[in-house]
Nanobody
Framework: QVQPVEPGAGSVQAGGSLRLSCAAS????????MAWFRQVPGKDREPVAG????????YYADSVKGRFIISRDNAKKTVYLQMDRLKPEDTAMYYC????????????????????WGQGTPVTVSS
């Protein structure tokens, strides 16, 4: 359901870029917000980016602000996560989620609770 746009593009060196896409099935269940999360072993899943589906307003966790961009393509029914200037600490399993309720502080994404989830895709950033 959630796949890198370019096959085999789940690994990259530090400073590189990746773009993840989110399946149409989740887009159709988007609701008010969709979001991207990431999780590393032993830690809670953390929201990194959220988008208000109607207006396209976006929110980001401080850890990715200025490097990641969440966007949606209504015609393709796809939500993307463009990840630039990747760091080794960005290594994680990334999940797309739909039907979300989010909490923000200004333009900072603080929390998100979502009803539907993609299967996740691994992202590895090597130093």
């Amino acid at each position: 359901q959630v796949q890198p746009v370019e096959p085999g593009a789940g690994s990259v060196q530090a400073g590189g870029s990746l773009r993840l896409s989110c399946a149409a099935s989740l887009y159709n269940n988007g609701g008010n917000y969709m979001a991207w999360f990431r999780q590393v072993p032993g830690k809670d899943r953390e929201p990194v980016a959220g988008i208000y589906m109607s207006a396209g307003t976006t929110y980001y966790a401080d850890s990715v602000k200025g490097r990641f961009i969440i966007s949606r393509d209504n015609a393709k029914k796809t939500v993307y996560l463009q990840m630039d200037r990747l760091k080794p600490e960005d290594t994680a399993m990334y999940y797309c989620a739909a039907g979300c309720r989010i909490s923000v502080d200004g333009d900072t994404l603080m929390r998100a609770e979502c009803a539907d989830w993609g299967q996740g895709t691994p992202v590895t950033v090597s130093s």
